[in-house]
């Protein structure tokens, strides 16, 4: 039976994984764990600072985990603001996760990692159109510069060691559940929390910055099918390219104005557009595609109405057409 330990569980995606994993595994073999308290009322919860690596050892050795899924993490965003303690908690992490799985492998209990790298780990230089698995990686931000370092110390780690350790380059996640911190494509779950509340949208990047995007179903599925195939498969031990839907935020304007024809948006680029900028727009997967059969299955209207539909049911408010926005400040 797995034993399956979740670090970083209260954020965006954390919190969707637990439910999943408990759906999947059962509850019973599912432990979420934050530095903060248990904010989603998952069925087992330990406290856990990521920088801990003492008691990190210690979790995993009282339930006998099998499993770790290492999350927690500073975004692009916030990554900026406190670029040093970004690189600290970002690499840190990692390396804690990745020397007890050493260890414990050498003592004849495996762990089986995963570790969210980014599209943030590619740069200026990099092919932006259909990014190829690999190619120029030449990121200009601190998070970048942490997720391409520690997708090199995955690859690392599962050559020198032999650490089942796996990896997937996450797009900007969509979801409504749990609000994301810090990043860059942030704008992207803003929208619709506007769209569903009248506001006009002041959106932070350009109308034409197209971003590599996913819905949270999609991005759950990528990481539990990744995490469950057979380690014959896995070919790619630095981080996989996974591609869901890639738009612009004019074009995400678009597909809200096809359920709500009112919504309003201006734009106001600011320092996140620099980012955004240096980032790909669209990937090649075909190496998840050809190891692990990954396939997205949400495209860009199918998630517009879910997200919309969603939020207006949070916030009980009927999503009504031709209703009038308030005015854009700009
Ligand atoms: C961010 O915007 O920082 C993240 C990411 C693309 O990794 N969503």
């Not at 390396?95 to 004849?108: K, P, S, T």
């Not at 109308?207 to 990528?222: E, G, N």
């Not at 990954?294 to 919309?308: G, H, I, K, R, S």
């Amino acid at each position: 039976m797995e034993k399956i330990l979740v670090i970083g569980a209260n954020g965006q995606i954390g919190s969707e994984l637990v439910l999943a994993l408990s759906a999947q595994h059962g509850a019973d073999s599912v432990i979420a764990s934050d530095i903060g308290s248990n904010v989603h009322d998952a069925a087992q919860y330990e406290q856990l600072d990521v920088l801990d690596a003492a008691r990190m050892e210690q979790l995993i050795a009282r339930h006998q985990v099998t499993q770790v899924y290492q999350l927690a993490a500073m975004l692009s965003v916030t990554s900026e603001q406190a670029p040093v303690k970004a690189w600290t908690l970002n690499m840190d992490g990692l390396l804690n996760i990745l020397e007890i799985a050493r260890e414990r492998g050498q003592a004849g209990m495996p762990l089986r990692i995963f570790w969210p790298s980014s599209i943030a780990a590619f740069g200026p230089n990099t092919p932006a159109v259909n990014t190829p698995q690999t190619t120029i990686m030449d990121p200009v931000t601190m998070y970048g510069i942490s997720k391409l370092a520690g997708e090199r110390l995955c690859d690392y780690y599962f050559h020198k060691f032999g650490v089942d350790v796996r990896s997937i380059r996450y797009p900007g996640i969509i979801s409504y559940k749990s609000p994301p911190g810090g990043g860059t494509t942030d704008y992207a779950i803003a929208i619709f929390h506007a769209a569903v509340q009248r506001d006009c949208y002041r959106c932070y990047l350009g109308p034409d910055t197209t971003l590599p995007m996913m819905y949270m179903p999609d991005a759950i599925r990528a990481t539990t099918l990744l995490m469950d195939a057979p380690a014959a498969q896995i070919g790619v031990r630095s981080s996989y390219n996974v591609a869901g839907v890639s738009f612009s935020p004019s074009e995400l304007a678009q597909a809200i104005r096809r359920v709500l024809p009112q919504f309003e948006i201006r734009y106001a680029p600011d320092e996140r557009q620099v980012i955004a900028a240096s980032w790909p727009q669209s990937l090649d997967d075909s190496c998840a595609r050809a190891d692990w059969n990954w396939q997205p299955q949400v495209d860009l209207e199918q998630m517009t109405a879910d997200m919309l539909k969603n939020i207006a049911a949070q916030k009980a408010i009927p999503l009504t057409v031709g209703t009038e926005v308030r005015a854009c400040v700009i």
